[in-house]
């Protein structure tokens, strides 16, 4: 059975990406931002979920994607942060993650 992204609540920040097909330009950069970025996704505890035409085989399709495309930032409170339909929530979405006040106190232990 399919779980909810809301058992992540308080463990994972989440990176939720809503796509079409893999050739979908939101694909194809959130792949490369992924790849690009590996540490800071890491540092930042952020868990990446894909739903491909609504679908993901791990977890349950949220109420907010109400099949629409594109990319939502949810925060540990399970509260939406941020949302883009295309990729650029990756210019302003490590800035926006270290704002929050959890993150002060996480980057005392920086990574990257």
């Not at 992924?34 to 540490?39: A, P």
């Not at 890491?42 to 791990?58: G, S, T, V």
């Not at 629409?68 to 210019?91: E, P, R, T, V």
């Amino acid at each position: 059975m399919a779980k909810q992204i809301s058992e992540l609540s308080w463990e994972k920040r989440l990176l939720v990406i809503s796509y079409d097909k893999q050739e979908d330009q939101i694909f194809i950069k959130s792949k490369k931002f992924i790849s690009d970025n590996k540490c800071e996704i890491e540092d930042r505890n952020l868990e990446i979920i894909f739903y491909e035409k609504f679908k993901n085989k791990d977890y349950a399709k949220p109420e907010f994607i109400n099949n629409k495309y594109g990319i939502w930032l949810i925060g540990y409170d399970g509260m939406i942060k941020d949302f883009s339909n295309d990729d650029k929530i990756y210019l302003r979405l490590f800035d926006l993650i270290d704002s929050m006040p959890m993150r002060k106190d996480e980057m005392i232990n920086d990574k990257c």
